[in-house]
Nanobody, 118 residues
């Protein structure tokens, strides 16, 4: 069984920065795509950023130029460096792992709260 555990959320003032981490545990030798999604109150969950095992990245337009996703394949860990945060970034941020060990599977973490105050 694969488990994803996020950390690094918290309260920050607008314009500030936060770094989220997500570690995948279990019997893992490869994760195809890891990513971050977020869900604000009353809204649907949305893509923030994804990164493949080869390092190709994809970002939502709303975070391009402010957020940076990276991963450490040896540690099965993905990071999200967030800068110039705005109140619109306030949400529960979820980690996702897709295609673990070449399987057709998808896993989610429990989420970490990011709150940006004005």
């Amino acid at each position: 069984q694969v488990q994803l555990v996020e950390s690094g959320g918290g309260l920050v003032q607008a314009g500030g920065s936060l770094r989220l981490s997500c570690a995948a545990s279990g019997s893992i030798f490869r994760i195809n795509v890891m990513g971050w999604y977020r869900q604000a109150p009353g809204k649907q969950r949305e893509l923030v950023a994804t990164i493949t095992s080869g390092g190709s990245t994809n970002y939502a337009d709303s975070v391009k130029g402010r957020f940076t996703i990276s991963r450490d394949n040896a540690k099965n860990t993905v990071y999200l460096q967030m800068a110039r945060l705005t109140v619109e970034d306030t949400a529960l941020y979820y980690c996702n792992a897709d295609g673990v060990n070449f399987g057709i599977n998808n896993y989610w973490g429990q989420g970490t709260q990011v709150t940006v105050s004005s």
